[in-house]
């Protein structure tokens, strides 16, 4: 079975650029979750989905920053316009149900902002 | 609020010597543990979660609910032990989203 798949790997843009990350979870998976990674800090929640619904965006940082998941199956994050803060390593994740609390990762977007 | 603190960055240990990495959380209610690993070029992966009560790759982790601690221990390392671990903590009430500690890398020696 494939696992949690991202794309792009590796993003390289300048400030004030935009820039669509998109994630395909596990099939059948309801729950998807972004996560990032800033140099030198831990990995941060950003957003829940439940199939196409925000379950919780209490972590997006700021109104630069839009998801979406179309029909409840791949999700986008879009950063409009980049800052150079908004660089690290951005972490999608699936889970089945909230009773199977297991979240399988994708590979992670990298992200850098010039 | 809900936080993890890993306070060691770096655990650098001879092959066959034991490892323990240091976990402290904080949280309302009724918290789920976990332990996470990245191995160098592989995405981040569950190493055992405190429910299961198991052992995975000889690692064991045992919640103290007094200490508020899941600190996460391995008897004798092997050099493919060597990763970054990250400790995490999710809760029903918090959406099941994961707060992550700091994580700590683990390097061990031959």
């Known amino acids: 079975e494939a696992g949690v798949t991202q794309f792009p790997s590796h993003s390289v843009i300048e400030k004030g650029q935009t820039v669509t990350l998109r994630c395909d979870p596990i099939s059948g998976h309801d729950n998807l979750y972004w996560y990032r990674r800033v140099m030198g800090k831990e990995i941060k929640f950003l957003l829940h989905?439940?199939?196409?619904?925000?379950?919780?965006e209490s972590g997006m940082p700021n109104n630069r920053f839009l998801a979406e998941r179309t029909g409840g199956t791949y999700s986008t994050l879009k950063v409009q316009p980049a800052e150079l803060e908004d660089s690290g390593v951005y972490f999608c994740?699936?889970?089945?149900?909230?009773?199977?609390?297991?979240?399988?990762f994708g590979p992670g977007t990298r992200l850098t902002v010039l | 609020a809900q936080r993890v603190t890993q306070p060691e960055k770096l655990l650098s240990v001879f092959k066959g010597a034991p490892v323990e990495l240091k976990c402290n959380y904080s949280y309302s209610g009724s918290p789920e543990l976990f332990w996470y690993v990245q191995y160098s070029r592989q995405r981040l992966q569950l190493l055992l979660r405190h429910i299961s009560r198991e052992s995975i790759k000889g690692f064991t982790a045992d919640l103290n609910k007094g200490e508020t601690s899941f600190h996460l221990k391995k008897p004798f390392a092997q050099e493919e032990d060597s990763a970054m671990y990250y400790c995490?903590?999710?809760?029903?009430?918090?959406?099941?989203?994961?707060?992550f500690g700091g994580g700590t890398r683990v390097l061990v020696k031959p």
């Open positions: 989905f439940v199939k196409e619904s925000k379950q919780d």
């Open positions: 995490a903590l999710s809760g029903k009430a918090a959406g099941n989203k994961l707060t």
């Open positions: 994740a699936s889970s089945q149900d909230l009773v199977r609390l297991e979240q399988f």
